[in-house]
């Protein structure tokens, strides 16, 4: 799927933007810039190019430039707390190549290169971190940069990061976008509880099954079916954690036509029976 542009506004004219995030989030997009997000309150889907995994409080992730990404909140009481994460966005540029080429910040520059994959960090990285994003949140000039390098030491020296996309995932810059896929992601996101066929989808996208199962797997990297069973075992697993919901119900919640099929399916995806998965939450 290509994802739409999203522009990154400087108000103070630098090149290091924080904020808190208090809305719902959802919205399929790229940028250039480095995004540095901790999520601090909620839990839910994270998405990063190929990579569909459930997000927990202090979950945390550094994005290279140009790679699409999304959070997807889930809300138990159809609200979403104020200022529940705290995101970065910063330039390349900002550093510069003849800082970034000395010898002293060749952690950084490694980083730099891994976060082309995506990185999720741990949850002792995250409650470091907390502390020195606020501070950007609230400062400005030195101070801001400071706290920005102090953020910068603890991602280097973490010893417990993971890399997000597949080695195998590619992702092109089309700084038109593609509102046509944009609206197809949209659609798969909303109503992956409901039946979805390949000729559905394709018409949404507005090509033939097999146009569209092409295009989908050579930028997705995953087919559509393995794609949308991904997402709805994501709801899935947190449904079995969160709630005390008959399997069957959740089945049904989540999309899949008879119980045995999600059975078959969550034993695919998570090696274990969904009773099994949700014995290790209580």
Known sequence: MVAELEKISYDDSGGFRAEFISGPSGFWHFHPEYELILNIKRNGTRIVGDSVELFDKYDFVLIGGNIPHCWNYYRKDGEIPEQHGIMLHFKLESMGE??????????????????????????????????????????????????????????????????????????????????????????????????ISLEKI????????????RYFKKNCGAGFIEYLNRVRMNKACYLLRETDYAINEIATECGFSSISNFNKQFRKIESLSPREYRVQFK
């Open 202 to 213: 394709s018409r949404i996208a507005h090509m033939s099954p097999f146009a569209f199962s």
């Open 98 to 195: 003849a800082l970034l080429s000395q010898h002293e910040l060749y952690c950084v520059k490694q980083l730099l290169m891994e976060s082309e994959r995506g990185i999720a960090f741990s949850t002792a990285d995250a409650q470091k971190a907390e502390p020195y994003l606020v501070n950007m949140v609230n400062s400005k000039g030195i101070d801001k940069i400071i706290s920005f390098f102090n953020l910068l030491k603890i991602l280097c020296s973490s010893e417990k990061r993971t890399s997000l996309c597949s080695e195998n995932y590619k992702h092109s810059f089309d700084e038109r976008g593609n509102k046509k896929m944009s609206v197809v992601y949209n659609y798969i996101r909303e109503n992956f509880f409901k039946p």
